[in-house]
């Protein structure tokens, strides 16, 4: 969740670090900090608060040299504050680091009767002094390393500056993603590669285990065994365009716009894909869906699509309850699951738990060469591009696109499509384009209603059939980044206990599709208003008096992904509303690593 960065170039380094902090401050925004070497000596600054604040501390006591790491953080153990800010250092090492260390206490109490001590609460301090100590022994600052990190239990990714060792920088991953990158005369490493896209020309994944020593000509690589390994260095994908706003003022309104598109793309950078599916849906009893936060919603939707169209029974859960319930899983089964950024930490523990109970591993992810791609026996590939804003709001509906084609193809596979219907569901797909442009137009009606519910204290989100989990998508993102609490609900579910929560001008979201469950959801909204709730509609066309945002009439398989739509909207807006951040919402990160 952390974002790392670390360059090594002969000559100075600051800017490229500064500039790949910007890239990744996503992933955490809650203190940033840099550490350089020079003439013999490891340099810190640490700021508290966004990247923003480090940066002025820079102009005021500027820090530069040939190599560094830099570091922002989304704090776990300790609050935010400069002394929990990384990086944390000894005077001969200092390390920057995304993950948890499990047994730090232990390490900690052991290190501080050798007479080391310590200056913050987090878990990541152990790590310097650990190496510092082995150092110590006798040990050569790669041998150090490698020592320390057998030692350490949890998830990491390590970026290392050795105060002896000036020509190289040190990286070393498990369980958390970590990239190196290759320029002309220099090397790099960071938790994404968006850190590196205006720097490194190649770039490499390393895998579990791997410890990397990075020099400004060469970079070698060690795998779990402390074999000498190769890890492909592949060519950088253009990603610069996707740090850029592009002239919205905020990176999550730019990714609403960009939905269009970037579905488009999904739809036929997959056709061939899942047409040739290695997996046949046929010889599958049993599908499990596993994700996390938005992506589940994406799993919930889903499951409608399986079981209807392919009469395949779905079960979905949350990565993080599935992993520690010992699922009973089917002989035959297959499981999928599905991650923005392929390394949340509690669906790639979820698969690997399948993948140990026999079942086929299934993934749909927006980065290829991710963990839980390269876990996978057949990935599915998200064409949604970087996501810079917290709130997803491309990926999920790229998520959805993608599953709609899955599920179309598994319902011929198992005999419940012929050709004729498998046509008319593709046929809806491929109008998703423009479809979504035109709900963008909703955006005036999305910012009206904004201001109708910006002050509310509570709001509701209800819809039947595959609206009940955008109900629960929408509630999800106003939540987050408006901070007021919305829950969604299946509006058959009111009169069952939620309706209890409905006061004089509660607002209440009801997703209103023409679709055969149309009449029943009217009575529930009757139901609310009868008791004081403020509704607003969403649908192709209003409801009585009530305040509305209008969705083109389209057919029920297509009826997600375009109400979607609404919902980002009305979320941005109030949040705009309220002056709240909406890009780097509090306390959230956008890629989960830890659990």
């Known amino acids: 969740m952390c974002g790392i960065v670390g360059a090594i170039n002969g000559g100075t380094v600051i800017h490229d670090l500064l500039t790949g902090l910007h890239n990744v401050e996503y992933r955490g925004y809650d203190s940033a900090g840099v550490a350089i070497l020079k003439d013999q000596a490891i340099s810190r600054r640490r700021a508290k608060g966004k990247l923003d604040r480090l940066e002025e501390l820079l102009d005021q006591s500027p820090l530069d040299g040939a190599s560094g790491i830099g570091h922002t953080r989304w704090a776990t153990h300790g609050g935010p504050s400069v002394a929990n800010a990384h990086p944390h250092l000894t005077s001969e090492v200092a390390v920057v680091h995304n993950g948890i260390i499990e047994n730090f206490h232990d390490i900690r109490e052991e290190l501080m ?7 913050s609460e987090t878990d990541t301090e152990v790590i310097p002094h650990l190496i510092t100590h082995y150092i110590a022994k006798g040990f050569s600052q790669e041998a150090a390393l490698k020592e320390a990190v057998l030692r350490l239990e949890g998830a990491y990714a390590l970026g290392v500056l050795m105060r002896d060792d000036p020509d190289h920088l040190f990286a070393a991953r498990k369980g958390s993603p970590l990239v190196i990158g290759k320029a002309d005369h220099g090397a790099y490493l960071a938790s994404d590669g968006i850190a590196l896209s205006k720097n490194a020309k190649q770039i490499a994944y390393l895998e579990e285990g791997d410890i990397a020593v990075l020099g400004r000509e060469e970079i070698q690589i060690s795998d779990i065994n402390n074999k000498d390994v190769y890890r492909e260095m592949l060519t950088r994908s253009k990603m610069t365009k996707a740090t850029d706003k592009g002239g919205f003022a905020h990176f999550m309104l730019k990714e609403i716009h960009e939905q269009p598109e970037v579905i488009e793309k999904t739809i036929r950078s997959n056709v061939q894909e899942v047409a040739a599916c290695p997996i046949n849906f046929a010889d599958i009893s049993r599908l499990t869906i596993v994700a996390c936060g938005t992506s589940f919603y ?15 029974p779905v079960e979905t859960d949350i990565a993080s309850e599935f992993r520690y319930r010992e699922p009973c899983l089917s ?31 299934i993934s749909l992810v927006n980065v290829p060469e991710s963990s839980i791609a390269r876990e996978s026996d057949l990935v599915f590939h998200t064409m949604a591009g970087t996501e810079i804003g917290v709130a997803s709001t491309k990926a999920f509906t790229t998520q959805l696109t993608l599953l709609a084609q899955i599920a179309i193809k598994a319902g011929q596979q198992r005999g419940e499509l012929d050709h004729k219907q498998a046509l008319v569901l593709t046929q809806q797909l491929d109008q998703l384009p423009n479809l979504v442009q035109n709900a963008l137009k909703s955006a005036p009606e999305a910012e009206k209603v904004a201001k109708k519910i910006k002050d509310a204290k509570n709001v509701l989100f209800i819809g039947r059939n595959t609206s009940f989990p955008i109900a629960m998508e929408g509630a999800l993102k106003l939540k987050e980044i408006s901070y007021i609490h919305a829950e969604g609900f299946g509006a058959g579910e009111l009169k069952h206990g939620p309706i209890a929560l409905i006061e004089e001008g509660t607002p209440v979201v009801s997703i209103l599709p023409k679709d055969a469950l149309h009449e029943k959801t009217v009575s529930n909204i009757y139901e609310v208003k009868a008791r004081g709730a403020n509704v607003i509609t969403v649908g192709p066309e209003p409801l009585d008096d009530f305040a509305h945002m209008s969705v083109e009439d389209v057919d029920e398989f297509c009826v997600p992904i375009l109400y979607a739509l609404p919902m980002q909207l009305l979320a941005y807006y109030t949040a705009v509303a309220l002056g709240a951040d909406v890009d780097q919402p509090r306390n959230l990160a956008k890629s989960v690593t830890v659990e």
């Open 113 to 119: 009767a050798e007479g080391h001590v310590f200056e």
């Open 331 to 361: 002989k035959s089964g297959a499981a999928l699951f599905i991650s923005q950024s392929g390394e949340t930490a509690d669906t790639l523990a979820a698969l690997k738990y399948a993948k140990d109970h026999a079942q086929k591993i």
């Open 298 to 312: 994406a799993a919930s939707v889903a499951k409608y699509w399986f079981e209807k169209y392919a009469k395949l």
